[in-house]
């Protein structure tokens, strides 16, 4: 049986996280990134560093690259003109080179998660609307589950530039609820960080987190959760389950 921390209220409708949760994309945000960086003349950046990094939307990926770039020992100070490189200087040129590289390599490099498709099907099945939440770019997001063949599942797609703030604000969350149509205490998050978490939480929106994905490179299993599921294929037998069904973490 599913193996749920505590029973969840009934569910009517499914939120799901992209990046980490559906889709393993590392490898198209390694490569786009390294592309970037060197496009600006910068020095190469550890495919471990990008994993950390991903999760808070593509402008504070950059961000907090170009900031780590600029602290560097070989990198700092050398400006074009002599004077102190800063990440405000450099984010227009690597904001565009990333959008370039990215839009040209999108789904090239990543892969569904398995369970992922099995658990997609079984839920429309079902009946229950499903909807996509991301901070990635709307663009970028429409163009990756179109490629995956994961689009048709979804009656909403919404990107981090979708409203006027982002993941983990509950913003995302309550809007999305809205499109649906179902009320929020009845509408299930599912991802893959503490991100998804704290949205999830301050919308008041129960939340199961799946424990292969990034989360910044900590234990998923940290952050409250109903459930921590290491497949997506247990989400649908979870579902409406009866209260008195037996309990525990999977």
């Known amino acids: 049986m599913v193996a749920f921390a505590h029973a969840l209220p009934r569910i009517d409708a499914v939120i799901f996280d992209l990046d980490g949760t559906l889709v393993h994309t590392l490898g198209d945000f390694q490569v786009a990134l390294h592309r970037t960086m060197a496009d600006l003349d910068l020095p190469s950046i550890s495919d471990a560093l990008v994993e950390q990094t991903i999760g808070k939307g593509s402008e504070h990926l950059i961000r907090t690259l170009l900031a780590y770039q600029i602290a560097r020992p ?5 400006g074009q003109t002599g004077s102190a490189l800063s990440v405000e200087a450099l984010f227009e040129r690597a904001w565009l080179r990333y959008q370039h590289h ?61 409203f006027e703030r982002k993941k983990p604000d509950p913003l995302p969350i309550l809007k999305t609820c809205e499109a ?23 919308a008041g929106c129960p939340v199961v987190l799946v424990t292969y994905g990034y989360n910044h490179g ?14 997506l294929a247990h989400l649908p037998d979870g579902l409406n389950a009866p209260v008195s069904s037996a309990m525990r973490v999977v």
């Open 218 to 231: 900590q234990r998923v299993q940290d952050t409250p959760a109903a459930a921590w599921l290491d497949s």
């Open 102 to 162: 990215y839009h040209q390599i999108n789904g090239q490099f990543s892969d569904v998660y398995p369970g992922v498709l099995t658990a997609l099907q079984a839920l429309a099945e079902q009946g229950l609307p499903m909807a996509c939440l991301t901070n990635k770019p709307l663009s970028f997001a429409l163009a990756l589950l179109k490629e995956k063949t994961q689009d048709h599942f979804f009656g909403h797609v919404f990107g981090g530039d979708s």
């Open 180 to 202: 649906l149509g179902v009320p929020v205490t009845r509408t299930l998050m599912v991802g893959d960080s503490r991100n998804d978490a704290q949205a999830a939480h301050a």
């Open 74 to 78: 070989e990198v700092k100070g050398l």
